[in-house]
């Protein structure tokens, strides 16, 4: 079972800045997704294994930026020009790219990191 663990997530204002960190058990296809309260789990961002290929919602793009270290099994999330719709519990998962929108489809989550912008 892959494990995770994400960190990086606090409280900013908007327009502010965050990076997430995920750090893996092994190397996979990762994405990130958000849950806000009363929401439904949400597809954020996504990359290859290889970190040549990165996917985003609408809603993120020219905002947000994934990456990875291959070297440490990390994946990033740079967040930046925070809205506070943003606000939620930010979730990275091992995946396959076919499937990488879809959150029911993931096998195991980690314990999530909470993003909080303020108005």
């Known amino acids: 079972q892959v494990q995770l663990v994400e960190s990086g997530g606090g409280l900013v204002q908007a327009g502010g800045s965050l990076r997430l960190s995920c750090a893996a058990s092994?190397?996979?296809?990762m994405s990130w997704f958000r849950q806000a309260p009363g929401k439904e789990r949400e597809f954020v961002a996504a990359?290859?294994?290889?970190?040549?290929?990165?996917y985003y919602t609408e809603f993120v793009k020219g905002r947000f930026t994934i990456s990875r270290d291959n070297a440490k099994n990390t994946v990033a999330l740079q967040m930046n020009s925070l809205k506070p719709e943003d606000t939620a519990v930010y979730y990275c998962a091992a995946v396959k790219l076919a499937s990488m929108r879809d959150p029911s489809v993931v096998d195991s989550w980690g314990q999530g990191t909470q993003v909080t912008v303020s108005t």
């Open positions: 990359i290859s294994m290889s970190g040549g290929n990165t």
């Open positions: 092994g190397r996979y296809a």
